[in-house]
């Protein structure tokens, strides 16, 4: 192995920065044919949003030869007469325009430590991956899950027996890879973390994002867009992505496309492939409560948008949402109504599919709230990757989950049912079933059945 070795004092060798393949601006990307290392940790090209800064990923040297992984794996892996070990492999998240495998919050180690061998992997992002309906960041996803395939037995790993794990975009993706021919026989289970099912597009808005990038670039085609400057293609990027205007499908998979068939949907709900889909209770209160504009929202403008869902049953849902979220401010009853349309709601669509179709699956539900800024945030997106790492000690988290004793079992809960998950197939909590069963994660985790019904009920009239 070339010299990418990094021990760690959990007795875990880390193997980082490994090139998986290379590409051409706008191209499918191409598997490397010889090992090669890449010199320094990259992040493909992107403008870093709060959370890639306050995962400490801001700086990070950029490059679009940024198609890299890193394995994480037990130093006693690999040895003769050992066991080979499940593989997780991490997508991380980001809207498909932000993100990196090399934040230290995905960092493998602790979970590697649990009996496992961890892959995180780089794709490229917004425009560099996911204009028109080529969908070439979905097809790095895929020429990574190969490199996997071919190459995972050398650190201990089970090529036979993969799980691919992610959060929001990432947990899209892990929905998408799941409907996507291609990686039909690159990985056995999934376990999908708030996945931003929205993004998944038509081709019409594929087309339209394609145009309009052209437009930006002031060029007449992709070819001519190869030799613009970086700078002016994410230049490009973010103008487009200042149009509050269906901004999460401007760069992101695209159904009917070239990787992703059209009836992805149903692909995804019959795929007898075992799943593992959660959720937060909060989810896009870190977006409201970092939006300035939001604490001067008053109950009657807020009103206005549960009209604008929900129609005639908006006074029914309103009561719904304020039963279940007593206490909450304006702000926090349009997120709650937001947490719901963007996340929830859809992965309740994902269960209900999935159990018509007798697809194993299972559930879980994180409601345990940070503390810090005073408990604004209440159980927020991103909240539970921490968690599932078993990274609640890594220096900067602090900051986004606080102190508090419910750390250590909040993490064993998480990160030992994933590591079960990938060795049986099977997470330690009984399936959805029909009933919308699913794992309550708080300071103290229990099973639940149909957990908050009445919301359930006004998204699915």
């Known amino acids: 192995m070339p010299d990418a070795h990094v ?13 998986y393949a290379t590409a051409v601006r706008f191209e499918p990307p191409v598997r490397v044919t010889t090992e090669r290392v890449a010199a320094s940790a990259v992040q493909c090209p992107q403008v870093p949003g709060l959370l890639e800064q306050a995962m400490g990923t801001g700086s990070l040297n950029m490059s679009e030869d940024c198609l890299t992984l890193n394995v994480f794996t037990p130093a006693t892996a690999g040895h003769s007469g050992s066991a080979k070990l499940p593989v997780l492999v991490w ?39 996911f204009t028109g309906a080529e969908d070439i960041g979905l097809q790095d996803q895929v020429a990574a899950l190969q490199w996997v395939r071919d190459n995972v037995a050398r650190f201990g790993g089970d090529a036979t027996n993969v799980t691919i794990f992610g959060e929001s975009a990432g947990g899209c993706s892990v929905l998408a890879l799941m409907a996507t021919p291609a990686a039909e026989q690159l990985f056995h289970r999934a376990w999908a973390m708030s996945p931003s099912i929205g993004q998944l597009r038509t ?21 001519a867009a190869r030799t613009s400057p970086i700078d002016d293609v994410l230049a490009a990027q973010a103008n487009l992505l200042r149009d509050p205007k269906d901004v999460v499908t401007m760069f992101s998979p695209t159904i009917g496309g070239a990787v992703l068939p059209v009836d992805a ?114 159980a927020c997106h991103g909240l539970d990757i921490p968690f599932v790492f078993d990274n609640i000690s890594v220096p900067g988290v602090e900051m986004f989950i606080g102190q508090s004793q419910a750390h250590r079992p909040i993490a064993d809960v998480l990160a030992g ?18 009933k919308r069963t699913t794992m309550q994660i708080d300071e103290r985790s229990e099973v639940v059945v149909d957990p908050e019904r009445p919301l359930y009920d006004v998204w699915n009239r």
């Open 91 to 129: 997508i991380h998240g980001g809207a498909f325009t932000n993100g990196t495998a090399n934040a230290s919050w995905y960092d493998g180690s602790n979970l590697a430590t649990r009996g496992c061998v961890v892959v995180t992997i780089n794709y490229r992002l917004g425009a560099l991956g």
């Open 203 to 223: 081709t019409e808005r594929a087309a339209q994002s394609h145009a309009l990038l052209l437009n930006e670039l002031q060029v007449a085609s992709l070819d």
């Open 265 to 378: 949907h149903a692909r995804i709900h019959r795929d007898q492939r075992p799943l593992v889909i959660g959720t937060l209770r909060d989810e896009s209160r870190l977006w409201v409560a970092l939006n300035p504009t939001s604490a001067n929202l008053t109950e009657a403008e807020v009103r206005q948008h549960y009209e604008q869902r929900f129609g005639a049953d908006a006074e029914r849902a309103w009561k719904a949402y304020r039963d279940l979220r007593p206490n909450s401010s304006p702000a926090q009853m349009l997120a709650a109504l937001q947490s719901d349309e963007s996340f929830r709601a859809p992965a309740w669509r994902v269960i209900d599919g999935r159990d018509a179709t007798g697809a194993p699956t299972w559930s879980y539900f994180f409601t345990w709230p940070t503390p810090v800024f005073d408990g604004v945030l209440g």
């Open 417 to 434: 049912a994933l590591v079960q998950f990938a060795h049986r197939g099977i997470a330690p909590w009984h399936h959805t079933d029909g």
């Open 7 to 19: 021990a760690t004092s959990l007795n875990i060798v880390a193997h980082r920065n490994i090139v």
